[in-house]
């Protein structure tokens, strides 16, 4: 039964994201200047949020509670996309800090600390996304609260099983004490140092490689690595997959420029690792679930994006970055690994 609740917890996600998607595509029908900063409200609440509202999921208690509550807000903001397209990414954004820090912790609880448990509940959100942005602008209002109403739904479902998840992943316990209850070690922000560089060549992907028509076969690509990436990380160890999944990405990426059907593959292996990478962040932050999942969906994930903004001007230097992040962070990786006999020691 944990793995139907891994799954629900999953396609909330994909719906939830869906459903950002939509309200952000509908904004340019309704904004006109403000557009720009809508859309930087939203990724501020999205992406930095997640540690915040992590940090106190775990301190108030269940994480799924927080998942739960972040359903009711994704399906809320809907109401409001056309008529207070403010309200509605403030209400989109709260409520992808709340369902991301709250799921990818209940779903690491539920699978019994497993990759698979975090890439089934993160596959469908990247396709959720691509979904929602791209048919977003042309859904009508019944269509919309139909989305609402399947949120609801997922939610309500997840508030059955609830007593179930309670007894399957009770809440950590969170020693005063632990000095790494907050700081997590030196492992852990590698693993968040390498999860920021392979947002950073992901956006590259979206935003200079990637073509806008394939987007969502791209996403659908995306998805299946995760979960597949995630099975053989609770074979194989969750540090040897990640590391693998971004050294195939950068040789794939790097070939898709004469082979634009190696895309495909490519973008797969560069989200592989956010199972495995998921599942190192949470090992390295044990008594933060909620804040480690945060940490790791989305700060880290903001972080890896930004840099962008400040190179446009010179296409060739992204690549550059966008390797030696990579190259850096599989060094440190195995670094620490060597020194520590493995990041599942953690």
């Known amino acids: 039964m944990r793995w139907i609740s891994v799954g629900l917890l999953a396609l909330g996600h994909g719906l939830g994201d869906f459903n950002a998607g939509v309200v952000l595509a509908s904004l340019g029908a309704h904004v006109g200047g403000d557009l720009v900063v809508l859309f930087l409200c939203y990724n501020t609440l999205a992406f930095a949020g997640q540690p915040v509202v992590g940090w106190i999921a775990d301190r108030a208690g269940s994480p799924l509670a927080w998942f739960l509550a972040g359903g009711v807000a994704s399906a809320a903001s809907l109401t409001f996309s056309g008529n207070d397209p403010w309200l509605a990414v403030v209400l989109s954004g709260v409520a992808s800090a709340m369902y991301h820090s709250g799921g990818g912790a209940a779903a690491w609880m539920l699978g019994r600390q497993s990759a698979l448990a975090v890439g089934v509940f993160s596959a469908p959100g990247v396709l959720g996304l691509a979904l929602g942005l791209s048919i977003g602008s042309s859904l009508g209002f019944s269509a919309t609260m139909g989305i609402a109403a399947a949120i609801l739904a997922v939610v309500f479902a997840l508030a059955i099983l609830r007593r179930m998840i309670a ?162 962070a599989m060094l440190l990786v195995w670094r620490e690994r060597r020194l520590k006999g493995g990041l599942d020691t953690i």
Do not use: N, Y
């Not at 492992?187 to 200079?208: E, H, K, N």
């Not at 690792?273 to 909620?290: D, E, H």
């Open 167 to 328: 007894r399957a992943a009770p809440r950590a316990a969170h020693a005063p004490g632990d000095r790494r209850a907050l700081l997590g070690g030196i492992a852990g922000w590698v693993i968040l140092f390498a999860i920021a560089a392979r947002s950073f060549a992901w956006t590259l992907g979206q935003d200079a490689i990637f073509p806008a028509d394939a987007a969502v076969a791209i996403a659908v690509a995306a998805a299946i690595g995760k979960g597949v990436a995630g099975f053989l990380a609770d074979k194989w160890g969750f540090e040897s997959v990640a590391i693998g999944a971004l050294g195939v990405a950068i040789c794939l990426l790097m070939l898709s420029r004469s082979w634009m059907i190696l895309l495909f593959p490519a973008a797969a292996s560069l989200q592989a690792g956010t199972g495995p990478m998921m599942a190192l962040a949470l090992k390295a932050w044990p008594s933060r679930p909620a804040f480690a999942s945060g940490l790791a969906q989305g700060l880290a994930v903001a972080v890896g994006g930004a840099p962008l903004f400040l190179m446009r001007e010179r296409p060739k230097a992204p690549w550059l970055v966008a390797v030696a992040l990579l190259a850096i």
